[in-house]
Nanobody, 124 residues
Framework: QVRLVESGGGLVQAGGSLRLSCAAS????????LGWFRQAPGKEREFVGAITWSGGRIYNSDFVKGRFTISRDDAESTAYLQMNSLKPEDTAVYYC?????????????????WGQGTQVTVSS
């Protein structure tokens, strides 16, 4: 059974940082693209960024703007989302997701497995 478990969310002041983790089990981690998405209240889930097995990364250029960094540790089957210079508009539930293969996708429907999400709240 595949499981993705996010952790590291919380309440932070604007300008602060958080590091989210996504621990995976039940899959051959290195075979998967890992994506991060977020969903704010009343809004659709949106793509944040993703990392391939080889370390290639893409980010949502609309709002990441160099503030977020995705990484992965295949030995630990864990992906990370380092978020710096956080803004109140970054407040959302953050999800990690996995899709097998090497093609990076920004679409939720292309991801096979999802975590339960972790809440990030940025106060002004």
């Amino acid at each position: 059974q595949v499981r993705l478990v996010e952790s590291g969310g919380g309440l932070v002041q604007a300008g602060g940082s958080l590091r989210l983790s996504c621990a995976a089990s039940g899959l051959t981690f290195r075979h998967y693209v890992l994506g991060w998405f977020r969903q704010a209240p009343g809004k659709e889930r949106e793509f944040v960024g993703a990392i391939t097995w080889s370390g290639g990364r893409i980010y949502n250029s609309d709002f990441v703007k160099g503030r977020f960094t995705i990484s992965r540790d295949d030995a630990e089957s864990t992906a990370y989302l380092q978020m710096n210079s956080l803004k109140p508009e970054d407040t959302a539930v953050y999800y990690c997701a996995a899709t097998e293969g090497s093609d990076v996708s920004t679409r939720t429907l292309d991801y096979d497995y999802w975590g339960q999400g972790t809440q990030v709240t940025v106060s002004s």
